[in-house]
């Protein structure tokens, strides 16, 4: 038994000794890796950058190939960019003229940065040029973010794991993801001009900040805080030695503050000066506080109580200041940098503009750059009682656990995470393709009016439009896709592409060039047959991913899963339920033609008596058909009944089922509608 308890002790301290070398060995080749990772910190944040730039640029562009890029802002830029470059008009665009008569995008926003912009552009005259110079400019602005935190926390790992943090951060990408805008470069000056700032190289400071101040008027109030933060911060230390260097970090902040505020006063002379219909005051998104900057100030300060607890109503107010702190594990909150953050964080929660307070659009550039740097100051405060390498571990541990929590977030909130296969799904179908090819008939120098969604791909000309009425200018092209719910909305207070469209067909002046799955090509005195049709056809059910789809009317129905259907989601009346409309909608438009609409439904009574109907014109009855149990040919088994009808011009359509008997059970899966003939 003695020699049995040897023969396990030796063994136990065996495989001791071996995991000790295991131990051992693993350590070793950690920290070689460490230095490794350490040694090669720049260029693995350049193999960063191009990893995310190639990444979001092929992103947006499919975004843009699947008609989820816009007028505003793609549309307007790219238009800016190409008049400026072949038509000798400088940043000439169309779809603000009545409210920017020039035309001139400065008339709108002053942002002289688009100097820059247009040469970048020139090389391959695009959109999808602009969407990749976007994505790169973000992505760049790791660069100042690695060095600002290796300089403040002394540690390249540090560094390269906040660089990281950075590239994930999910408000981050929403800029990227929302068309092209000049607020992109906002994070990439403001982090560049900081750092110079921490080095005391003045001049490259100044250069960044005024690089910053050129992208749009509101960059200068930046400017202001970030002077304000800087006499704040200088004014807590003392500097023993007076020299050239102490006063010139002295005098800096007063001149950044001098030059923000004069380009600010420039900035609104300019675009006065330019667009008449320019006010000096502010835009009608705090109209809630007053119409100036000084009447809003006056109102905030006098009125304390209406407007706390306007900061935080609705609750996407505080869901945004959590998506936006929550991935930086809420560290900026307790840096004196955060001073920087404030100029957005109080205009947008002083706004009753949705997109402001959204991390979906370019606002949150204003103050990306601001919260990185005040969480790399945050670590640098945490730690700041340890020394050597506990302080160094802690820091990392610190850095690895906000790089999995942004991570995290990313993936639940960022347009690229969850949402990407969800709600903001992107798919190719074929009817995007057709889309594609209708486009392709528009000739390069036509005049065109079109929607939203479309108009950046036909942006570069002089002559494009958004489709409304009165049309100022009468077109060569007139393109739309009733299956977009961009085709039921208006800008700027005018009539939508709809109802445009129903005025200008009344004309007899445009013929139908093309019809493809509800894409039509209307072309100028056109009076010859359909070059190029492609029939109709579309699937409602209560399910519907888009603003088409079928509604249960209240009391009178109701829907529920059911796994036999194809929609998985079915419309149902019960015998409980009152006689009535059982469903209503979808309210789509269609174009003259021969039609059918299919209705798959099931029953379980035999004393059904239903009607199902298409009609237009708000309720006007095309045709319709009624159902009783005898055309049923099984009870509780989804069947398909038809109704033909023919329609001439535009329509707004719906397709109904109404109930007329009592203690009666029906089900609805889905309406087809087919195109048999234009």
Not at 155 to 164: E, H, I, M, N, P
Not at 319 to 329: D, V
Not at 562 to 576: G, K, N, T, W
Not at 659 to 667: D, G, L
């Amino acid at each position: 038994m003695f020699k049995c308890f040897r023969e396990l002790y030796e063994t136990r301290e065996s495989s001791l000794k071996a995991l000790k070398r295991v131990n051992e060995e693993l350590a070793k080749k950690s920290l070689r890796l460490t230095e490794l990772v350490e040694k090669k910190a720049g260029a693995i944040i350049w193999i960063l950058i191009v990893i995310y730039t190639a990444y979001f640029s092929g992103y947006t562009l499919l975004m843009h190939y699947a008609f989820r890029t816009y007028a505003w802002d793609l549309g307007i830029f790219t238009q800016s960019l190409w008049t400026t470059l072949n038509e000798g008009k400088l940043f000439y665009y169309v779809v603000e003229l009545p409210v920017n008569p020039s035309g001139s995008f400065l008339g709108t926003h002053f942002s002289p940065i688009l100097f820059l912009v247009l040469p970048v552009y020139a090389l391959f005259q695009s959109p999808e040029t602009l969407l990749i110079f976007q994505s790169f400019i973000l992505a760049v602005g790791a660069l100042p973010v690695y060095w600002i935190a290796k300089e403040q926390l002394n540690d390249k790992l540090s560094g390269l794991g906040l660089a990281c943090v950075y590239l994930l951060y999910p408000a981050l990408h929403g800029v990227n993801c929302f068309d092209f805008h000049v607020e992109a470069f906002i994070p990439l000056f403001f982090l560049l001009s900081f750092h110079y700032i921490d080095k005391g190289k003045w001049l490259k400071a100044l250069f960044f900040t005024l690089l910053m101040i050129s992208t749009i008027e509101f960059a200068p109030i930046l400017v202001m805080f970030l002077a304000a933060y800087l006499l704040i911060k200088n004014r807590t230390k003392r500097d023993s030695v007076k020299n050239k260097k102490s006063i010139t970090k002295k005098l800096f902040p007063a001149i950044l503050m001098i030059t923000a505020i004069a380009w600010f006063y420039t900035a609104f002379y300019v675009m006065g000066s330019i667009n008449i219909l320019k006010t000096s005051g502010l835009p009608g998104n705090w109209t809630n506080w007053g119409s100036s900057l000084p009447e809003v100030l006056k109102y905030i300060i006098t009125h304390p109580t209406e407007v706390i607890p306007f900061t935080v109503i609705p609750t996407e107010k505080v869901y945004y200041l959590l998506s936006l702190l929550a991935p930086l594990l809420m560290l900026p909150t307790i840096s004196i940098e955060i001073l920087t953050a404030l100029p957005w964080l109080m205009m947008a929660s002083l706004s009753d503009y949705t997109p402001y307070y959204s991390t979906y659009f370019q606002y949150s550039a204003f103050l990306i750059g601001q919260l990185f740097v005040a969480t790399i100051f945050s670590v640098r405060k945490m730690f700041s009682a340890h020394d050597g390498q506990r302080k160094l571990k802690l820091q990392r541990e610190m850095i690895a656990l906000m790089i999995l929590t942004t991570l995290l977030i990313s993936v639940m909130i960022s347009p690229v995470g969850l949402p990407a296969i969800g709600s903001r799904n992107l798919t190719i179908t074929q009817h995007t393709e057709l889309v594609h090819s209708i486009l392709k008939l528009v000739p390069d120098n036509a005049s065109i009016a079109t929607q939203n969604d479309i108009f950046p791909h036909v942006a570069q000309r002089e002559n494009v439009y958004i489709l409304t009425w009165p049309m100022s200018v009468r077109v060569d092209f007139i393109l739309v896709d009733v299956k977009s719910h961009h085709f039921l909305v208006g800008f700027l207070s005018t009539l939508s592409p709809c109802e445009a469209l129903e005025k200008t067909i009344e004309t007899g002046k445009y013929g139908l060039f093309a019809s493809a799955d509800g894409v039509l090509l209307f072309k100028k005195d056109y009076d010859k047959p359909v070059g190029l049709f492609v029939p109709y056809q579309n699937l409602f059910n209560s399910d519907t991913p888009s603003v088409f789809h079928l509604l249960p009317v209240y009391r009178s129905s109701r829907v529920v899963v059911d796994l036999s259907s194809y929609s998985r989601r079915i419309i149902v009346h019960e015998p409980d339920d009152l006689p009535n409309l059982v469903w209503v909608g979808p309210y789509t438009y269609i174009f003259a033609g021969e039609y059918t609409a299919v209705f798959r439904m099931k029953t379980k009574s035999e004393n059904l008596n239903f009607t199902i109907d298409a009609a237009a014109d708000s309720g006007r009855i095309i045709c319709q058909r009624i159902l009783n149990s005898s055309n049923f040919k099984a009870f509780d088994t989804w069947q398909e009944f038809a109704l033909n009808f023919r329609i001439d011009g535009l329509k707004q359509m719906e397709f109904r089922g109404m109930c007329e008997s009592s203690n009666t059970s029906v089900a609805l899966d889905y309406v087809k509608i087919v195109q048999t003939g234009p």
